[in-house]
């Protein structure tokens, strides 16, 4: 059987996931989402990864969510489990500690818009189209598409999505901060290997750490946010880091960072 993932690792620190049902328009099913969970798993514990693009294989679909027509002949336990699955992957993106670039080459609705709203950054070909659908077929978005969203565009524009149903073209996804870059399609990859070059060249436990501040600062008051990102910080002065950066500015050179 063709493997559901594609994993190809750079030499610059740049790890490329892909989705590879494309005769499936990248659909979810539930050997893929196992495969993918132990990608992600790798990917974690990897320091040699310091930026992840996840993007789908083909031109037409990034993902187009739960797979149907797997779905169809299972009995309400496993519906369940199969939703719970894909919650659980979808958790196992946000919580990667490299930052992760959503390479958004296709149609993204449903479970596939949600792993787009797990990643940090995304870059959405102008021929896709977003929409969290799922109320349209009689459920809601089950893999954190109603608490992701909101957090990210604002309470009334998600409510407006999930409750119609819309599906958004990419460049209205940029106008409400859905997406960070709308660009031609043949342009998706160069774009979104741009943007990981661009943090790459910076300290990878930084990343590590401003990440975790941003995620989990962004779920509690301002305060408590505050003390998170003093202990982030913190986390990093004894780093060996930290003093090649200081050293690279006196002795301007760029710094060569070894994540330690």
């Avoid at 909101?150 to 209205?172: H, S």
């Avoid at 106008?175 to 943090?199: C, F, H, R, T």
Wanted: aromatic share 4%.
């Amino acid at each position: 059987m063709d493997k559901t993932i594609g994993f190809e690792k750079r030499d610059d620190g740049i790890a490329i996931v892909t989705l590879n049902r494309p005769d499936a328009a990248n659909a979810l099913s539930k050997q893929l989402l196992y495969d993918l969970h132990d990608t992600l798993y790798n990917i974690k514990h990897d320091r040699e990864v310091r930026v992840v693009i996840l993007t789908g294989a083909g031109e037409k679909a990034f993902c187009a969510g739960a797979d149907l027509k797997e779905r169809k002949g299972m009995s309400d336990a496993q519906v369940k489990q199969t939703v719970a699955l894909i919650g659980a992957t979808v958790n196992d993106v946000e919580a990667l500690p490299q930052p992760v670039i959503a390479a958004v080459n296709g149609v993204a609705f449903g479970g596939g818009l949600e792993l787009a709203l797990a990643c940090d950054v995304r870059v959405v070909s102008k021929e896709a189209k977003l929409g969290l659908t799922e109320t349209s077929l009689a459920i809601i978005p089950g893999a954190g598409g109603t608490q992701r969203l909101p957090r990210l565009i604002g309470l009334g524009r998600a409510k407006e999505l999930i409750f119609t149903a819309k599906r958004l073209t990419a460049d209205q996804a940029e106008q409400i901060g859905l997406a960070e870059y709308s660009v031609q399609p043949a342009d998706v990859m160069e774009w979104s290997l741009n943007l990981a070059k661009q943090m790459v060249k910076n300290a990878p436990l930084a990343l590590i750490q401003a990440k975790t501040a941003i995620n989990n600062g962004m779920q509690v008051g301002l305060a408590t946010g505050l003390e998170i990102e003093k202990l982030a910080y913190n986390s990093l002065i004894p780093t060996e880091d930290r003093l090649e950066g200081l050293r690279a500015f006196a002795e301007k050179r760029p710094p060569v960072y070894q994540g330690k």
